[in-house]
C-alpha cells in the first residue's frame, strides 16, 4: 500500500486548504482513513478519521467544526477540508490507512502512512 498526500501550503489565518490523499496498490474501501498532524516539538495527532464507506467520521475538537474529513472510493481518495485556518493548525499533515477497525480504536499505528504534506499558517 502506498498514500500520496497534496494540497499542502501557506496561508493567512481564515484561509482554506484542501488535502488529498491517494491510495494505490490495494482496495481502497478496506480501509479506515484517517488525518494525522504532527507540529514541531509536538506529538503527533489525530485529526480527523472516517470509516471504510463515510458513514461515520471522527474530528478532534481543535478542529470540529472547522474541518471536514471525506472520501471518493470510485478514485481511490481521502481528503480534508480547512476552513477557518489558524496558526495552530501549522503543521505536518498525514494520512494514514488502517484495516476497518483502525477507525473505533483510534489506532492506525500498524497501518500505511503518507511522507507527509506542510501546512503553514501565518497569523
Known amino acids: 500500500v502506498q498514500l500520496q498526500a497534496s494540497g499542502g501550503g501557506s496561508v493567512q489565518a481564515g484561509g482554506s486548504l484542501r488535502l488529498s490523499c491517494v491510495l494505490s496498490?490495494?482496495?481502497?474501501?478496506?480501509?479506515?482513513m484517517a488525518w494525522f498532524r504532527q507540529a514541531s516539538g509536538k506529538e503527533r495527532e489525530l485529526v480527523a478519521a472516517?470509516?471504510?464507506?463515510?458513514?461515520?467520521?471522527y474530528y478532534a475538537d481543535s478542529v470540529k467544526g472547522r474541518f471536514t474529513i471525506s472520501r471518493d472510493n470510485g478514485v481511490d481518495t481521502l481528503y480534508l477540508q480547512m476552513d477557518s485556518l489558524i496558526a495552530e493548525d501549522t503543521a505536518v499533515y498525514y494520512c494514514?490507512?488502517?484495516?476497518?477497525?483502525?477507525?473505533?480504536?483510534?489506532?492506525?499505528?500498524?497501518?500505511?502512512w503518507g511522507q507527509g504534506t506542510l501546512v503553514t499558517v501565518s497569523s
Open positions: 494514514a490507512a488502517g484495516e476497518r477497525p483502525a477507525y473505533w480504536s483510534g489506532d492506525f499505528s500498524s497501518g500505511s
Open positions: 472516517i470509516t471504510w464507506n463515510g458513514g461515520n467520521t
Open positions: 496498490g490495494s482496495t481502497f474501501s478496506r480501509y479506515s
